[in-house]
């Protein structure tokens, strides 16, 4: 019941936030995930190094950002986002991004291996010495007969976000569903007891998501000091 209700809870506060960015980017290209979704935790990835299998229920209690990524894409900047959004004080410790890299979306993801996708990421783009703060897991498909046991659940958990998925001779997957992920940086929201929560366009930047996240947060801690004076589990 406790979960239930933190679902109910987070729903209506991300409806309310929408309602106050009404024409936003934000807005315009995210969509709420299915109030029956389940929870991710019982999934697991692969690590960038190939040679762990990571259960994504060592996130449990965290707020996670999931993102498909790419080294050589517009959106790559995105990654230095990511790193700022982390450091956000009220998240340290509350929020994690899982980023998974793809190849699927005009080939701009080159990198075979660890060594590869994090020195792209190093030395070229974003560049700098840039190193994620974050979780990076093995290069793999999220979309078409590979794709990852997660992307089909967060798929199948969050309606598209839009009806077109776009140019298919830039798209390295079959077959073409509707509601698959259409480019780079498509990112979903998932609440501390892996429900997704929300999904969001690419062009939804990073920082865009605090008032998300913030709600997320709040709702979780509200139902954690309830079921804590009524003497239950609440994850």
């Not at 309310?16 to 109030?35: I, P, Q």
């Not at 979780?135 to 089909?152: A, F, I, M, R, W």
């Not at 062009?203 to 998300?212: A, F, K, R, S």
Request: hydrophobic share 40%; charged share 20%.
């Amino acid at each position: 019941m406790a979960k239930m209700n933190f679902v109910f809870l987070v729903a209506s506060l991300l409806v309310g936030l929408g309602g106050s960015f009404v024409g936003s980017t934000r807005d315009r290209l995210s969509s709420n995930c299915y109030k029956a979704a389940p929870s991710i935790h019982d999934l697991a990835l692969t690590s960038l190094d190939g040679t762990s299998l990571v259960p994504l229920s060592v996130y449990k209690g965290q707020v996670l950002i999931v993102v498909n990524v790419a080294s050589f894409c517009t959106f790559t900047y995105q990654y230095l986002d990511f790193n700022k959004l982390k450091a956000i004080d009220e998240f340290r410790d509350r929020l994690e991004v899982v980023a998974i890299p793809s190849n699927q979306f005009g080939l701009q993801e080159p990198g075979a291996n660890e060594n590869e996708i994090l020195n792209s990421l190093k030395y070229v783009r974003p560049g700098n010495g840039y190193e994620p703060d974050f979780d990076v897991y093995q290069k793999s498909d999220v979309n078409g007969v590979n794709e990852l046991p997660l992307y089909t659940a967060l798929k199948r958990s969050c309606p598209a976000v839009k009806e077109v998925i776009g140019d298919p001779t830039m798209r390295f997957w079959s077959p073409f569903k509707n509601n698959d992920i259409t480019w780079n940086f498509n990112k979903f929201l998932i609440g501390p007891d892996g429900v997704p929560l929300k999904r969001y366009d690419s062009e939804v930047e990073p920082m865009e998501l605090v008032g998300d996240i913030r709600a997320v947060l709040s709702a979780s801690e509200y139902l954690r000091q309830k079921s804590s004076l009524e003497g239950v589990s609440f994850f």
